[in-house]
């Protein structure tokens, strides 16, 4: 599975659209993008993930660049809740969830 | 919505002690995984199980078994716990091994060995 590369940390207005940037420029063609969040004392959450198109769900939007090495998960109006660790992994979609190697993630702290 | 429950939030060992880590998922999913999480490392798998009575070895099993006796139930045990395995361990389940949905998490179990 391809490395991920993301920011340690970021800060976000509470309302406003938080956007948190991963790279992934080993990625393979038949790799997908997902992303998770691990709130405090609990278990990660499956967010979203996409292959080359970008992607919205009720929690996020995924958008992908064109090259594919790099994406970027955005939160639209972000609350308190949300405040998390967010990590960004790649893998090929066919293989489940063995061998999902989570990186450190983005502490994303969303103030008021 | 796909529950995964793990039966202590929180538990404390002594050295040398056999600890078992329970896990049960209530959606018939075939597979599920046991991790363990440490500041700095992310999460790392231990082992993880596509079939009843089937299991594999994840990045890093030694010092750990599983049992899956039934499709429901994935243990962890420890067989003589370590100081090295204080950690955070987090159960996961999924429809198919070979499914494009995420992983579903249970809450953690943070244990402690003395």
């Known amino acids: 599975d391809a490395k991920t590369t993301q920011p340690p940390s970021m800060d976000c207005a509470e309302g406003r659209a938080a956007n948190l940037p991963c790279n992934h420029s080993?990625?393979?063609?038949?790799?997908?993008v997902y992303w998770y969040r691990q709130i405090h004392s609990q278990g990660p959450q499956y967010i979203i993930h996409g292959l080359k198109n970008n992607e919205t769900n009720e929690m996020a939007s995924l958008i992908i660049t064109e090259d594919r090495k790099s994406s970027t998960l955005i939160l639209p109006h972000a609350t308190l809740r949300d405040t998390a660790v967010y990590y960004c992994i790649v893998r090929v979609g066919n293989t489940g969830g063995f061998k999902t190697i989570f990186g450190a993630g983005t502490r994303l702290f969303v103030k008021a | 919505d796909v529950k995964v429950t793990q039966s202590s939030r929180y538990l404390v060992k002594r050295t040398g002690e056999k600890v078992f880590l329970e896990c049960v998922q209530d959606?018939?999913?075939?597979?599920m995984f046991w991790y363990r999480q440490d500041p700095g490392l992310g999460l790392r798998l231990i082992y993880f199980s596509y079939d009843v009575k089937m299991k594999e070895k994840g990045d890093i099993p030694e010092g750990y078994s599983v049992s899956r006796e039934k499709k429901e139930r994935f243990s962890l045990i420890l067989e003589s716990a370590s100081t090295n395995q204080t950690s955070m361990y987090l159960c996961?389940?999924?429809?198919?091994?070979?499914?494009?949905?995420?992983?579903?998490f249970g809450p953690g179990t943070r244990l402690t060995v003395l």
């Open positions: 996961a389940s999924s429809l198919r091994l070979r499914g494009r949905r995420g992983q579903f």
């Open positions: 959606m018939d999913h075939e597979n």
């Open positions: 080993t990625i393979s063609g038949n790799e997908y």
